[in-house]
């Protein structure tokens, strides 16, 4: 995929392209939409444009929305499995949000060879959000270049939303969010040492750098899980996992960690890319009075995940 970093105004291009706007976190259902749409002028190069950050954080610092469903590595990857080509990022700046609609559209879009533009319902755009898509439609006509707009979309009845899935993840509900971003939620990162302290008690458990810093961190508890173990950029090997997440209160822990079990494996896998993906919330985390009664419970948690894979890949199979 070919990327382009935008500080000012995308560079002048007379490639023809079908171009999609929008934030993409985590390139969940609603963007599918969006994307398989774009996907019917396919005799043009099918291109993204994105932002740097999320106008939440920019402009009134909320920290809910500092971190991210899908850093931009993690974006890039999933939109090349929809067929993007090129991708714009947009670095988002309290000076780019003063930037009117029409400014936008007359200085900005009009620099590029573009033969057709696919925006979800909800897009607005321009200084204080001034401008919805009707506004849109009509400036592109002056630039001559057709926009199709993409109704909402539902799952259950709960309009899909990446704010929507922030909430979801924060309170542990993986299985919902799940079914709105079309995909387990998970992390990427490189597997680097922790303190043993699970080796040492026979749990043996991966540590992945990277996550805590850029993605929206799950609900502290324990959940059931898979591993993707990557080689070369791409997953080669797949393990069912148990995951801990929170403040492992047990052994005075001080910061949110993610350490995962995967089990039946045994390796080294220090310096490897995984890629954790958080099924099913298990249980809270819980204050033991000892390490051995820690112990205990991990391996009624490795019990309960033995049976529950092995019943998934039963019912799958059936």
């Known amino acids: 995929m070919e990327y382009i970093e935008v500080s000012s105004k995308p560079p002048k291009d007379s490639t023809a392209i079908s171009l999609v706007i929008g934030k993409f976190d985590g390139v969940h259902s609603g963007h599918a939409k969006l994307l398989q749409k774009v996907r019917e002028y396919m005799d043009c190069t099918l291109a993204v444009m994105s932002f740097s950050d999320h106008p939440n954080w920019i402009l009134k610092n909320d920290v809910d929305f500092q971190k991210s469903l899908t850093p931009l590595d993690h974006k890039m990857e999933l939109l090349k499995l929809f067929g993007v080509e090129r991708y714009y990022n947009i670095q988002f700046t309290k000076q780019f949000a003063q930037i009117s609609a029409k400014e936008f559209v007359m200085e900005h879009l009009s620099r590029l060879n573009i033969k057709h533009i696919v925006v979800g319902e909800g897009f607005h755009l321009g200084k204080g959000r001034e401008s919805d898509t009707n506004d849109l439609i009509n ?95 791409s997953p080669n090997m797949q393990k069912n996992t148990l995951i801990s997440a929170g403040y492992r209160p047990t052994v005075d822990g001080e910061s949110y960690s993610i350490e995962a079990y995967l089990l039946d494996f045994s390796g080294d896998l220090y310096g490897e890319t995984v890629e954790l993906m958080f099924h099913r919330y298990l249980r809270p985390e819980l204050q033991f009075s000892g390490l051995d009664q820690l112990v205990e419970q991990m391996k009624l948690d490795k019990l309960y995940a033995q049976t529950y894979f092995e019943t998934s890949n039963n019912n799958r199979k059936g």
């Open 139 to 233: 400036l592109c006509q002056q630039i001559e270049v057709p926009v199709t707009v993409i109704p909402l979309v539902k799952a259950n009845d709960v309009k899909i939303s990446s704010t929507t899935i922030r909430t979801m993840i924060r309170d542990g509900q993986v299985e919902v969010a799940q079914a709105l971003l079309g995909r387990p939620y998970s992390v990427i990162g490189s597997v680097i040492h922790g303190k043993a302290l699970g080796r040492t008690l026979g749990f043996p458990t991966i540590n992945l750098s990277g996550v805590l810093e850029q993605y929206v961190l799950p609900k502290p508890g324990i959940y059931l899980g898979v591993a993707d173990i990557y080689n070369d950029g």
